[in-house]
């Protein structure tokens, strides 16, 4: 297959998907999603003006431009294409699937005329600036690289409709909770460390994996002690060796790690506390609903599902950077709003289309080819089959194909034969 029937194949490919994800919204919406994918993964950007190049309308840029910033404003379009995509990545959610639930942020530093900025922290930098706070749901199995994007909302601090910060990681997460039948694990960091997170996740029977921070207070056998004190006595039987990287650094860490069967002084179910020793000067405590047991085995993969989390935040790194999230321009909090799934649908079309189905396997090791990597494709293979869309967008533009109205039910891709 030539690099410019390819290229087509991908456009026709790129219609069907749209037509899935804006399911629901009137005729000209549709055909602006599709638009805004295409535009998202051609140019990289979501820059309205970038993107209104990519289209190659004949009419003027700041038309196009106008235009696409009208449509952005639409009111509930976010939610629409939100809906559609968990609805496609929930039928992939197995029982154990791990749903790495990651609160993060962009940043607008520079920013004076941006609606309802507030002050956000910056984990690079160690600062706090302005800017708004996003959720991002990604689901992975504990074998595999793979990864499934599943939310993305941004919200502000600021705005008149936000009540917190729970209430948003909770919507997320009942809103998954509810479109995967109850399948699947949430894993959530130490901003996970919550009474108003924890209580409900217990009281819905939502399955959890979720770092403490220590100084909450469990009982254990009867007696009330902060969880960094359970943890420093807990015995820990079984070692391993684990390697992680961060930053583009690898570091080997000999740890020991064992458990305790404890409870919330306000529940009467009981949890576990699998205690981890030897990645820093205090124990990494992890609080969940999973049954522990004096088992290496059992032990081990509750950790490494844990651990899991930290490969996941490459994916947050590759949305960020990828498609210059931090450049985004819009004068409209529903723009920012809307804009986050728009995001979210461009990257789930790399990563759980052309990434996984089998008959796009062809197309995929052409995006592969197109990116020329230096070092060969990566273990996150979304900055490459990135890469390879815009090249091969940009060197064989061409106009868009009709958006198609596909069944949710059935997302099937044709035309890419093994």
Same mark, same amino acid.
Not at 54 to 71: A, D, P
Not at 270 to 295: A, C, D
Not at 310 to 339: A, D, H, M, P
């Given at each position: 297959?030539?690099?410019?029937?390819?290229?087509?194949?991908?456009?026709?490919?790129?219609?069907?998907?749209?037509?899935?994800?804006?399911?629901?919204?009137?005729?000209?919406?549709?055909?602006?999603?599709?638009?805004?994918?295409?535009?998202?993964?051609?140019?990289?950007?979501?820059?309205?003006?970038?993107?209104?190049?990519?289209?190659?309308?004949?009419?003027?840029?700041?038309?196009?431009?106008?235009?696409?910033?009208? *449509?952005?404003?639409?009111?509930?379009?976010?939610?629409?294409?939100?809906?559609?995509?968990?609805?496609?990545?929930?039928?992939?959610?197995?029982?154990?699937?791990?749903?790495?639930?990651?609160?993060?942020?962009?940043?607008?530093?520079?920013?004076?005329?941006?609606?309802?900025?507030?002050?956000?922290?910056?984990?690079?930098?160690?600062?706090?600036?302005?800017?708004?706070?996003?959720?991002?749901?990604?689901?992975?199995?504990?074998?595999?690289?793979?990864?499934?994007?599943?939310?993305?909302?941004?919200?502000?601090?600021?705005?008149?409709?936000?009540?917190?910060?729970?209430?948003?990681?909770?919507?997320?997460?009942?809103?998954?909770?509810?479109?995967?039948?109850?399948?699947? +694990?949430? +894993?959530?960091?130490?901003?996970?460390?919550?009474?108003?997170?924890?209580?409900?996740?217990?009281?819905?029977?939502?399955?959890?994996?979720? !770092?403490?921070?220590?100084?909450? *207070?469990?009982?254990?056998?009867?007696?009330?002690?902060?969880?960094?004190?359970?943890?420093?006595?807990?015995?820990?039987?079984?070692?391993?060796?684990?390697?992680?990287?961060?930053?583009?650094?690898?570091?080997?860490?000999?740890?020991?790690?064992?458990?305790?069967?404890?409870?919330?002084?306000?529940?009467?179910?009981?949890?576990?506390?699998?205690?981890?020793?030897?990645?820093?000067?205090?124990?990494?405590?992890?609080?969940?609903?999973?049954?522990?047991?004096?088992?290496?085995?059992?032990?081990?993969?509750?950790?490494?599902?844990?651990?899991?989390?930290?490969?996941?935040?490459?994916?947050?790194?590759?949305?960020?950077?990828?498609?210059?999230?931090?450049?985004?321009?819009?004068?409209?909090?529903?723009?920012?709003?809307?804009?986050?799934?728009?995001?979210?649908?461009?990257?789930?079309?790399?990563?759980?289309?052309?990434?996984? *189905?089998?008959?796009?396997?062809?197309?995929?090791?052409?995006?592969? *080819?197109?990116?020329?990597?230096?070092?060969?494709?990566?273990?996150?293979?979304?900055?490459?089959?990135?890469?390879?869309? !815009?090249?091969?967008?940009?060197?064989?533009?061409?106009?868009?194909?009709? +958006?198609?109205?596909?069944?949710?039910?059935?997302?099937?891709?044709?035309?890419?034969?093994?």
């Amino acid at each position: 297959m030539n690099d410019s029937r390819t290229a087509n194949k991908l456009r026709a490919q790129m219609a069907k998907f749209s037509g899935v994800v804006s399911s629901g919204l009137p005729k000209v919406a549709r055909r602006f999603v599709q638009e805004m994918l295409y535009g998202i993964q051609a140019g990289q950007t979501v820059v309205l003006s970038e993107i209104g190049r990519c289209l190659e309308e004949r009419v003027s840029l700041k038309k196009v431009e106008e235009r696409l910033s009208r *449509h952005l404003m639409r009111k509930g379009l976010g939610e629409v294409v939100q809906h559609n995509v968990l609805q496609q990545g929930a039928a992939r959610i197995k029982k154990d699937t791990l749903l790495i639930v990651d609160p993060t942020d962009i940043q607008k530093k520079y920013a004076k005329k941006m609606p309802y900025l507030g002050d956000v922290y910056d984990g690079s930098t160690k600062e706090i600036g302005p800017g708004y706070m996003v959720c991002q749901v990604v689901a992975t199995e504990l074998e595999g690289k793979k990864i499934v994007p599943l939310w993305s909302s941004l919200y502000s601090s600021q705005a008149p409709a936000f009540t917190s910060e729970n209430d948003e990681l909770l919507h997320a997460i009942r809103s998954i909770h509810q479109a995967s039948s109850g399948r699947g +694990v949430y +894993v959530i960091d130490r901003a996970g460390d919550r009474d108003n997170l924890f209580l409900p996740m217990i009281d819905e029977e939502v399955r959890f994996l979720i !770092r403490l921070k220590g100084d909450r *207070h469990l009982l254990c056998a009867q007696e009330k002690k902060s969880a960094l004190e359970l943890a420093n006595e807990c015995r820990c039987p079984y070692t391993e060796v684990i390697a992680r990287t961060k930053a583009g650094r690898q570091s080997i860490h000999e740890i020991s790690f064992g458990y305790r069967k404890v409870r919330l002084p306000e529940r009467d179910r009981y949890l576990y506390l699998l205690v981890v020793k030897g990645f820093g000067e205090k124990p990494l405590m992890v609080l969940t609903t999973e049954p522990l047991r004096r088992k290496r085995k059992v032990l081990l993969r509750m950790l490494k599902s844990y651990i899991r989390r930290w490969s996941i935040e490459e994916t947050i790194r590759f949305v960020k950077q990828c498609y210059g999230l931090e450049n985004v321009r819009l004068l409209t909090y529903q723009s920012l709003q809307n804009l986050m799934p728009l995001v979210l649908a461009a990257t789930y079309f790399a990563a759980a289309i052309l990434d996984t *189905h089998l008959r796009l396997q062809v197309l995929a090791s052409t995006l592969f *080819h197109e990116a020329k990597r230096i070092f060969g494709i990566p273990d996150f293979r979304l900055y490459a089959l990135s890469d390879g869309l !815009r090249k091969l967008f940009s060197r064989y533009p061409d106009k868009l194909a009709p +958006v198609q109205i596909e069944s949710h039910n059935q997302l099937c891709f044709e035309g890419f034969g093994p």
